[in-house]
């Protein structure tokens, strides 16, 4: 299973992002893919997931700003990212798990990419 994230980039205050996650080899029906993001002296967190049974999650703080989807056609993940904030800010990794549940739990997911960095300046 390979996961390759594109997308990242700098941005003021305001601006947007989408995020992209593209998926070979992962072939299971039944899943959760995930955004998770890491600042320097943070730790990991889940911050959007999209799972088979149609149900997306996020974190309380991107509620209203950020858009989880993904395009079955295409194995593509992606994360749309509006009003970003400077506390948006780090890695932004892909994930993903051939189970449900837990969507926005780092430590269940088996597949991770290599990220993609987010800087938003204010």
């Known amino acids: 299973v390979q996961l390759v994230e594109s997308g990242g980039g700098s941005v003021q205050t305001g601006g947007s992002l989408r995020l992209s996650c593209a998926a070979s080899?992962?072939?299971?029906?039944?899943?959760?893919m995930g955004w998770f993001r890491q600042a320097p002296g943070k730790e990991r967190e889940g911050v959007a997931a999209?799972?088979?049974?149609?149900?997306?999650n996020y974190v309380d703080s991107v509620k209203g700003r950020f858009t989880i989807s993904k395009d079955n056609a295409k194995n593509t993940l992606y994360l749309q990212m509006n009003s970003l904030k400077p506390e948006d800010t780090g890695m932004y990794y892909c994930?993903?798990?051939?189970?449900?549940?837990?969507?926005?739990?780092?430590?269940?997911?088996?597949?991770w990419g290599q990220g993609t960095q987010v800087t938003v300046s204010s």
């Open positions: 999209i799972c088979s049974d149609g149900s997306t």
């Open positions: 080899g992962y072939t299971s029906s039944r899943y959760c």
């Open positions: 994930a993903a798990k051939p189970r449900l549940g837990m969507p926005l739990v780092d430590g269940v997911y088996n597949y």
